[in-house]
Every structure is written in C-alpha cells, then in structure tokens.
T-cell receptor, first 114, second 119 residues
Framework: AQSVTQPDIHITVSEGASLELRCNYS??????LFWYVQSPGQGLQLLLK??????LVQGIKGFEAEFKRSQSSFNLRKPSVHWSDAAEYFC????????????FGTGTRLTVIP | DAGVIQSPRHEVTEMGQEVTLRCKPI?????LFWYRQTMMRGLELLIY????????DSGMPEDRFSAKMPNASFSTLKIQPSEPRDSAVYFC?????????????????FGPGTRLTVL
C-alpha cells in the first residue's frame, strides 16, 4: 500500500545536539515530499519541500532534508537543536499523479532537554 | 495577509448537536482542504475543493459530515448530529492553484485549527 512512515514516535535530544528525523515513503514513483512542523496548539507550518533537482533541500529555521531515492527516504536534519524546536514534525507527500492532497505520516514528537 | 482564518478556535458541544466550522482561505488561493487530526488516526484529509467545487470527498467519514464552499473566500464544515468520536482538531488549508504548479509543488497553508469536543 502507498504510505508515508515515520518510524520514531518520540525523540528526545539535548539542546545543541544534532537531530535527524526519519521519513520513508512507499510509492512507485517519487512523490512530492514535505516536512511540516506543528507547535503545541498551532497549525502546521511548512519547513521545506522537494519535488526535483538537488537532493539536499534547505528549509527554514536551519532545517535541511535529504532525498535518497535508493532508500525511499526523506530524512529531516538540523545540526544544532534549539529549545524552541520542541514540536511535532510531520512528513507528508503529494502523490506524483492524481489527487493534490497531502498524505501525512503519523508524526514524530521532539522533546528538547536543557 | 492574515493567513488562513478558522473559527471558532474551540468548540464544546453535546452529542446530537449541530456543529459548524468555518474557514476563510488566503485571498487568491483557489484550492481549499479540510483535514482532521486525532490521536488514533493522525492527520487525514476529509475533503478538498478547487475553484469552489468539491473534487474529492472520499475522506468524509459519513453522511453526518458535509462541507460547502459557496464562494472563493469562505467554506464550512458541518457535523449534524455530532458524536463524541468526532472530537478532534479540524484544520483548513488553502493553496494557490493545484498541487503541481509550473515551478514545482505549491505549498498548502494551514489555519490554526478548531479544537472540537463533543461530550
């Protein structure tokens, strides 16, 4: 079945440490890929997106993500986490053909400890 | 621009009552999406409109749910009658054009959500 998987439900990191959040997709062709962040009580904000070209994508707030076709992955990274990065992170796709809507992963909750 | 506006932000109602959620998309955006977020099912699409026309409503859980978009600047999601299992956060999002723009993929902009509690 076509799906988006975020294998980590909850991750805890220390402030200043590096971060990597995992995302895998299972589509025959490369979908359009997104990472959204949701702060408590807030809506979703786009961090970055990928549809073609350079496989390393830079986003807002110092985040980046790398598309790896061979691994069907689009992992989100940040070299040094700040306390304000504590939030829920969602990987999402738009399928390469067909409907325009986003399909979301189940999310990864990030806790940042001092 | 004020972004996507949703009202109310919080709604508490009793089982059996009618609930109406409202959304004002970003001006100039011609696609509108309603999503529901629950702990059990995560974020899921309910329905989306393009140029005020419903394109895909396969995510609408049952006949108790209905959505309208009478014009480009307003949409409603109605639940009648409401049930406790409808308790969730409902998000509206808007997008300029379709998902696939000339220069790539267009971003969906999300509203702050409406937290619905049905007692």
């Amino acid at each position: 079945a076509q799906s988006v998987t975020q294998p980590d439900i909850h991750i805890t990191v220390s402030e200043g440490a590096s971060l990597e959040l995992r995302c895998n997709y299972s589509y025959g062709a490369t979908p359009y890929l997104f990472w959204y962040v949701q702060s408590p009580g807030q809506g979703l904000q786009l961090l970055l997106k990928y549809f073609s070209g350079d496989t390393l994508v830079q986003g807002i707030k110092g985040f980046e993500a790398e598309f790896k076709r061979s691994q069907s992955s689009f992992n989100l990274r940040k070299p040094s986490v700040h306390w304000s990065d504590a939030a829920e992170y969602f990987c999402a796709v738009v399928r390469p053909t067909g409907a325009n809507n986003l399909f979301f992963g189940t999310g990864t909750r990030l806790t940042v400890i001092p | 621009d004020a972004g996507v506006i949703q009202s109310p932000r919080h709604e508490v109602t009793e089982m059996g009552q009618e609930v109406t959620l409202r959304c004002k998309p970003i001006s100039g955006h011609n696609s509108l999406f309603w999503y529901r977020q629950t702990m059990m099912r995560g974020l899921e699409l309910l329905i989306y409109f393009n140029n005020n026309v419903p394109i895909d409503d396969s995510g609408m859980p049952e006949d108790r749910f209905s959505a309208k978009m009478p014009n480009a600047s307003f949409s409603t999601l109605k639940i009648q009658p409401s049930e406790p299992r409808d308790s969730a956060v409902y998000f509206c999002a808007s997008q300029k054009g379709g998902a696939r723009g000339f220069f790539g993929v267009n971003e969906q902009f999300f509203g702050p959500g409406t937290r619905l509690t049905v007692l």
